[in-house]
């Protein structure tokens, strides 16, 4: 998988220097609900409707943070040692707490259902790891511990989800506002929400129309507006304008107690704090949520996701649950313990200046790629703030199927990603530029001008 993780030990002679195996505190249980007697409360004692709920510690207290790499630490080895310390006491504290369990059904069935933020009954669980990767999304998106709620999804999709949901708690009679190239989780959303949603037309960018979308907002100004905001669109990675969606809410007389705003970042949320010039998402500005996924930029081996939001709106669609011992905000129930552990890893690993140089390396692959194919008389397009390139779609489907491409209509595209490099990309090249020969032997190549615009055709009108 590209930019999969791989978690490495520390040698035995940095780790024992780092790592008290002793060092295991242990963990109260919570308190046990009596009667007014003073008696175990049983359930046949206590009316439902009078039952406190105890819930689980607050894991803020105990979570393990994400720190910046210091400038030396790969000849020192320090940040490696801790980290393999803190992985050390973790599996020591997971076999404590699966003893009991069956071996044969999964070594550490590790699982964090529930509020990330309260322990729940199940002790299985990576919270202090998740906790401290959201704390370092917090961190990124400027907004205070204190004032944001999220949790690791499963996937983007997840993130979309529960973004929607939140603005429809917040605004049950809003509209739902997304352009066309939004992604279909997007629309999905509007289906399962059962609410009513406005798509809004699309520059050739991908960019939203913000002169079609203050159209369709005056159409429908009775209504409050929930506004989906591309932080790179599926096809083409186009970033929409958030400033320019905030001034045209403004313009149109939407008040911030009447408009949501959720930031889809699935690809180049993480990747956009590290570009010069790109309009910033921060909670600094009135947005609802982000969300972006943890499997495509940060490399995770397994499909997941953060999404973070302001904590004055989740609490619209919390509650507590008793079974579980904590509080439910999720879309789904049990969510996958390994998740965050990797993401903790890998931002310990990088940090900010890691992350800033693979942004860096992927926009100037991706400008290779695009000029590549450009000189071999291919139409091709990159957006400014992005490392998708576009292009004509290949005619032979075997290709495709070889190079894993996305296809839409007459267009496809690659994600230039950390782990493509100049080389895999000159062997894309070369194949393609070899086979189109022959495709094309007896047929003019496609216009594809209405996709990526004219400047970007390669086709005989267009060159």
């Not at 075997?398 to 894993?404: G, K, L, M, S, T």
């Amino acid at each position: 998988m590209a930019g999969a993780v791989e978690i490495k030990t520390a040698s035995p002679k940095v780790t024992r220097r780092n790592f008290d195996p002793t060092a295991v505190v242990p963990e109260p249980l919570p308190p046990v609900v009596t009667a007014a007697n003073g008696e175990d409360a049983g359930v046949d004692k206590l009316d439902k409707k009078s039952r406190e709920i105890v819930l689980g510690k607050n894991v803020h207290t105990t979570c393990f943070a994400v720190t910046e790499p210091e400038a030396n630490d790969e000849f020192t080895g320090d940040k490696e040692a801790y980290m393999a310390g803190v992985l050390a006491r973790y599996r020591k504290s997971l076999m404590e707490r699966t003893k009991h369990h069956l071996a044969q059904l999964q070594h550490f069935s590790i699982n964090n259902l529930g509020d990330p933020f309260i322990e729940s009954n199940y002790g299985v669980h990576s919270r202090q790891f998740e906790v401290g990767v959201l704390d370092w999304f917090a961190r990124l998106w400027e907004i205070e511990k204190n004032d944001y709620w999220g949790y690791i999804t499963n996937c983007g999709t997840e993130g979309n989800l529960h973004g929607i949901l939140v603005g429809r708690e917040v605004f049950p009679d809003g509209i739902l506002y997304a352009s066309r190239e939004s992604h279909y989780s997007v629309f999905k959303a509007a289906r399962m929400y059962r609410m009513e949603c406005v798509k809004v037309d699309t520059l050739i960018s991908g960019e939203i129309d913000c002169a079609d979308f203050r159209a369709k907002l005056l159409a429908n100004k009775s209504k409050p507006a929930i506004i989906n905001v591309n932080i790179g669109t599926t096809v083409k990675g186009a970033v929409d304008d958030l400033d320019l969606v905030i001034q045209t809410l403004e313009g149109c007389g939407f008040s911030r107690d009447r408009f949501y705003i959720h930031c889809d970042g699935a690809l180049f949320g993480l990747m956009m704090p590290f570009v010069k010039r790109a309009p910033k998402v921060s909670f600094k500005k009135p947005i609802g949520s982000v969300s972006v996924s943890g499997h495509k930029f940060v490399g995770c081996p397994m499909p997941c996701g953060v999404q973070i939001t302001r904590m004055e709106h989740v609490n619209a669609l919390s509650s507590n649950v008793e079974y579980l011992a904590s509080r439910d905000a999720t879309i789904m129930g049990s969510r996958n313990g390994h998740a965050p552990i990797f993401l903790w890893y890998t931002l310990n690993r990088k940090g900010y200046n890691g992350f800033a140089k693979e942004v860096q390396k992927c926009l100037r692959n991706a400008h290779y790629l695009k000029d590549q194919l450009r000189a071999a008389g291919i139409g091709a397009m990159l957006n400014e703030l992005s490392s998708t390139v576009v292009f004509e779609r290949p005619r032979d489907e075997d290709f495709v199927r070889r190079w894993q491409l996305a296809c839409e209509g007459n267009i496809a595209h690659v994600v230039v990603m950390p782990s493509v490099s100049i080389e895999k990309l000159d062997v894309f090249l070369n194949e393609l530029v070899k086979n189109r020969s022959t495709w094309y032997q007896e047929k003019q190549p496609p216009c594809i001008a209405a996709d990526i615009g004219k400047e970007n055709c390669a086709c005989p009108l267009h060159k």
